[in-house]
């Protein structure tokens, strides 16, 4: 919504790397002693449509009253298919999420770049960038499009309750980084976006959720 920032960059990971209203406001923050910018989950996700003409925009009615429910509706019919998401839905762990990355830029090393020069941007601020990692849960398992690991193992990187049920209490599919290999993915994705993308730190959804020994293990791998 920043209109300093050219039309293709708005909502992208290259508008950090321009001056705009945005980046100058993030310049006086560091100045005035704010030392660290913490992103929400911008690994790759499974909502939000990458390519930007598969994306719906809500046809939010200009004439309703704040109390009317119509703008809700007009959202809620397209939630589905629009750019809007938290992004605690993990697709791959170890990509930068396409849709953030200019159009065109969306496939194979052009969105590592972009997200590179976010962080190097942020950087140049004075900033520390803090990324929201989720390990805790899949956006999806078994025969699902968006399923992932049980089409490496089936039944072994996702926690199973008495029944061979994978269990859900993230949210989603939850995963197992109790078993070895569940857990070696975790701390290498994790050392994969210090060194490579030169991230600063990172907080973990739902922590709780992975054995204390295993984020012993994260801490010292990043160490």
């Known amino acids: 919504a920043d209109a300093t920032v050219p039309a293709p960059l708005r909502g992208t990971y290259a508008a950090f790397?321009?001056?705009?209203?945005?980046?100058?406001?993030?310049?006086a923050l560091a100045a005035a002693g704010?030392?660290?910018i913490h992103l929400l989950p911008?690994?790759?996700?499974?909502?939000?449509?990458?390519?930007?003409a598969a994306q719906s925009v809500p046809d939010i009615p200009s004439d309703a009253s704040p109390f009317s429910r119509r703008p809700q509706a007009a959202i809620t019919a397209v939630a589905d298919s629009d750019a809007y998401n938290w992004g605690y839905d993990p697709y791959h762990w170890m990509a930068?999420?396409?849709?953030?990355?200019?159009?065109?830029h969306q496939d194979g090393g052009a969105r590592t770049r972009e997200m590179r020069e976010m962080i190097g941007a942020l950087h140049g601020m004075g900033l520390q960038?803090?990324?929201?990692?989720?390990?805790?849960?899949?956006?999806?398992?078994?025969?699902?499009?968006?399923?992932?690991?049980?089409?490496?193992?089936?039944?072994?990187?996702?926690?199973?309750?008495?029944?061979?049920?994978?269990?859900?209490?993230?949210?989603?599919?939850?995963?197992?980084?109790?078993?070895?290999?569940?857990?070696?993915?975790?701390?290498d994705?994790?050392?994969r976006w210090a060194r490579w993308y030169r991230v600063d730190g990172f907080r973990f959804d739902l922590m709780g959720h992975h054995p204390r020994a295993v984020m012993e293990r994260v801490r010292a791998a990043l160490n």
């Open 17 to 27: 790397t321009v001056s705009s209203a945005g980046t100058r406001h993030l310049r």
């Open 129 to 187: 960038v803090i990324l929201d990692q989720v390990y805790n849960h899949t956006a999806a398992c078994g025969q699902d499009p968006h399923s992932v690991l049980d089409k490496v193992v089936p039944g072994y990187y996702h926690r199973l309750d008495a029944v061979g049920t994978v269990t859900s209490s993230a949210c989603c599919a939850n995963t197992a980084t109790e078993n070895a290999m569940c857990e070696r993915l975790m701390i």
């Open 34 to 36: 704010i030392d660290t």
């Open 189 to 191: 994705s994790v050392v």
């Open 42 to 52: 911008v690994f790759d996700y499974a909502t939000v449509p990458e390519d930007r």
């Open 96 to 104: 930068p999420e396409g849709s953030y990355a200019r159009e065109g």
